[in-house]
């Protein structure tokens, strides 16, 4: 179901080693990758300071843009759980001054969309 689940457009959980090795020269001082996720080309990364965007662009993916997405701008955020028929959980993030949400991802079922929750209402409400 992986592939297939990454064709749909879906995210999966990416290995901090991977993450640390490949994006760590985006961190600033003292800021730690948390957690992230794949999604095809594109990555999602939450730190203990910022949401990290990668999006993968053109055919050959060589030109990349790095979004940064403060956790003070965000106003609102929600999860959607998998259903019995439907495998896929989704998560929106609203950022302030937006009507619809700025930012939606789908997961597979390998990810726990709790936890994405948890490290999102950590930083956003504390």
Same mark, same amino acid.
């Given at each position: 179901?992986?592939?297939?689940?990454?064709?749909?457009?879906?995210?999966?959980?990416?290995?901090? *080693?991977?993450? !640390?090795?490949?994006?760590?020269? =985006?961190? $600033?001082?003292?800021?730690?990758?948390?957690?992230?996720?794949? =999604?095809?080309?594109?990555?999602?990364?939450?730190?203990?300071? !910022?949401?990290?965007? &990668? /999006?993968?662009?053109? =055919?050959?993916?060589?030109?990349?843009?790095?979004? %940064?997405?403060? @956790?003070?701008?965000?106003? !609102?955020?929600? $999860?959607?759980?998998?259903?019995?028929?439907?495998?896929?959980? *989704?998560?929106?993030?609203?950022?302030?001054? *937006?009507?619809?949400? %700025?930012?939606?991802?789908?997961?597979?079922? %390998?990810?726990?969309? @709790? /936890?994405?929750?948890?490290?999102?209402? !950590?930083? &956003? =409400?504390?």
């Amino acid at each position: 179901m992986g592939i297939f689940s990454s064709l749909l457009g879906n995210a999966g959980a990416v290995e901090p *080693e991977k993450l !640390r090795a490949d994006f760590g020269q =985006l961190l $600033i001082d003292g800021e730690e990758l948390e957690i992230g996720f794949k =999604l095809i080309r594109d990555t999602f990364i939450f730190t203990n300071k !910022r949401l990290i965007l &990668v /999006d993968k662009q053109g =055919l050959t993916g060589k030109k990349v843009e790095y979004k %940064s997405i403060t @956790y003070k701008s965000i106003t !609102r955020f929600s $999860i959607e759980t998998a259903g019995t028929f439907d495998l896929d959980a *989704e998560l929106k993030i609203w950022i302030s001054g *937006e009507q619809h949400p %700025s930012l939606v991802k789908k997961f597979n079922k %390998s990810v726990n969309v @709790y /936890d994405v929750q948890k490290v999102l209402a !950590r930083h &956003v =409400l504390g």
